[in-house]
C-alpha cells in the first residue's frame, strides 16, 4: 500500500521493537500498566497483537520491562469458582463488563481461556446473564465501538473485545447480521452491491463475447440461483421458452433444493436500471434459445468453479472491487436489494430470489425482510408493505 503511496489502514508484521515502544509510551502517559482495553484505547496497535505475537498480554509487559499487575497463570476451576461467586441469587451470571467490574480477575481473561463468555458461563454451570437492562441503543453503540471505519466486528471480535457476547445480539435482533445493519455498519458477509455497480455488472454481462459467460452473469445477477445451482443448470429447467404470450420460467427440480416443491423463477426480458426510469431489454431469452439450438456448450458442465471464474470475469470487466464484495454469493442479496428499491410484491420478490429453497451456508433464517431492512437503514428507502421498528443507528452512506 505504501509503494503506491497509501497509508494503511491496519500494520501488518509490526516488528516487535515497535511494539514493545508503543507499550512503554502508553505505560509512561497513563502512569500506570494498562489493562488490555486501555491499550487498545490508547495504543497505535491492539492489545490482541501483543498477545498472539508475546505468547500472553502479560508476556508482552514483561518483554516492555515492566511486571504486570495481575498474573495469568490461573487455574481454570479458580477462574470458574470467581464466576459463580458473582453470580446473583438465581445463579445468573453477571455480563462480560460486569464482572470486570466486580470480579477477581477480568473478562478478557476468561474469554481467552475458555473462548467467549458463554462458554466460560455454561462451564461454571451458572444461567446465562440478563441483558435486559441494557437498551438496544447501548447494544448497537458497542458495535460501533468496535468497527473498522463502516465494517462491523466479526463475532469473534465481539466475543473478545466486547462488553457483550454475540449471543446477546443474536437474541435481542435475532441474528448478527441484523444486528450490524441496525447499527449502520457493513457485515463481513452477503453484502449488496452498490446500485451503480450492479447497473455496471449487469451491463458487463450484456456485452461479454462469450454468450456462455454471458447467460451465467444474466442468471446471477437476475435468479436467486445460488453457485452450486448455476453449477448444474440446465435447459431442462426452461419452460415456455419459445412462447409468444406468456413468460419464460425456470423450474428448479425439488430434488436439488431443500423443500418439497418446485422452485418456480420468471426468466426476466426486461430490467430497470438503478436510479432510471427506464426499461430496458435483456438478451437472457434469447441467449438461452441460442443455447438450446446450438449444442456447442452443455450448461451444466460448467460447475461451481466456471460459474465462480466467469462471475469474477465479469465483474473485473465491470471495475468492479472484488475484496469488498465476493460477487458469486452477493450477487443474490444485490438482487433482493433491487427488487425492493422498486417496490415489487414481496410475494414476487421471495419466489425470484429464493431463500426459503435453499440453505445459504446453514442460515435458514434469512429472508426478504434483512433486505428490506438493509434498503431502509443503508439507503432510506421504504418498501410500502415494510413498516421499521426498533432502534437504528446512523451510517455513513455505504
Not at 3 to 11: A, F
Not at 51 to 77: C, L, Q, W
Not at 228 to 236: A, D, I, K, N, Q
Request: aromatic share 10%.
Amino acid at each position: 500500500m505504501r509503494t503506491v503511496g497509501l497509508e494503511p489502514v491496519h500494520e501488518r508484521h509490526v516488528a516487535d521493537d515497535a511494539l514493545l515502544t508503543d507499550l512503554q509510551n502508553v505505560i509512561d502517559e497513563l502512569e500506570e500498566i494498562p489493562t488490555c482495553r486501555q491499550y487498545s484505547e490508547h495504543g497505535k496497535y491492539h492489545s490482541d497483537t501483543l498477545y498472539r505475537r508475546f505468547g500472553g498480554y502479560n508476556s508482552a509487559i514483561k518483554a516492555a520491562g515492566y511486571e504486570p499487575d495481575v498474573y495469568r497463570d490461573i487455574a481454570d476451576t479458580e477462574l470458574l469458582a470467581d464466576i459463580r461467586e458473582t453470580a446473583d441469587e438465581q445463579g445468573n451470571a453477571p455480563t462480560s463488563p460486569e464482572y470486570t467490574e466486580r470480579g477477581t480477575y477480568t473478562a478478557r481473561t476468561v474469554i481467552q481461556r475458555f473462548g467467549t463468555w458463554s462458554d466460560a458461563v455454561e462451564a461454571a454451570g451458572c444461567d446465562s446473564p440478563c441483558y435486559n437492562h441494557y437498551s438496544d441503543e447501548q447494544l448497537l453503540t458497542e458495535l460501533q465501538r468496535l468497527a473498522d471505519d463502516c465494517r462491523a466486528p466479526t463475532q469473534r471480535q465481539m466475543a473478545i473485545s466486547g462488553k457483550y457476547g454475540p449471543q446477546v445480539y443474536r437474541d435481542r435482533f435475532g441474528w448478527w447480521w441484523q444486528a450490524c445493519v441496525r447499527a449502520g455498519l457493513v457485515p463481513h458477509t452477503r453484502v449488496p452491491l452498490r446500485k451503480q455497480e450492479y447497473a455496471d455488472f449487469v451491463e458487463a454481462a450484456i456485452q461479454q463475447k462469450n454468450p456462455v459467460t454471458s447467460i451465467v452473469g444474466l442468471l446471477a445477477a437476475f435468479t436467486g440461483l445460488p453457485q452450486p445451482l448455476l453449477g448444474e443448470f440446465s435447459t431442462e429447467w426452461l419452460d415456455r421458452l419459445h412462447s409468444d404470450k406468456r413468460d419464460t420460467l425456470i423450474i428448479v427440480p425439488s430434488e436439488h433444493l431443500e423443500t418439497t416443491g418446485d422452485w418456480v423463477i420468471r426468466l426476466p426480458t426486461k430490467w430497470h436500471p438503478p436510479d432510471s426510469s427506464g426499461v430496458e431489454d435483456l438478451p437472457l431469452e434469447e441467449l438461452l434459445k441460442w443455447h438450446l439450438e446450438s449444442h456447442i456448450v452443455t450448461l451444466n458442465r460448467i460447475g461451481a468453479g466456471g460459474v465462480r471464474r466467469r462471475v469474477r470475469k465479469i465483474g473485473e470487466s465491470a471495475g468492479i472491487n472484488s475484496c469488498r464484495n465476493v460477487l458469486v454469493s452477493n450477487l443474490r442479496s444485490s438482487l433482493a436489494t433491487h427488487l425492493v428499491r422498486r417496490g415489487v410484491e414481496l410475494w414476487e420478490a421471495e419466489m425470484q430470489v429464493g431463500f426459503e429453497y435453499t440453505d445459504w451456508g446453514g442460515r435458514g433464517e434469512i429472508g426478504i425482510e434483512d433486505y428490506l431492512l438493509w434498503v431502509y437503514q443503508m439507503e432510506g428507502t421504504v418498501h410500502r408493505e415494510y413498516k421499521p421498528e426498533g432502534v437504528f443507528l446512523c451510517s455513513d452512506e455505504v
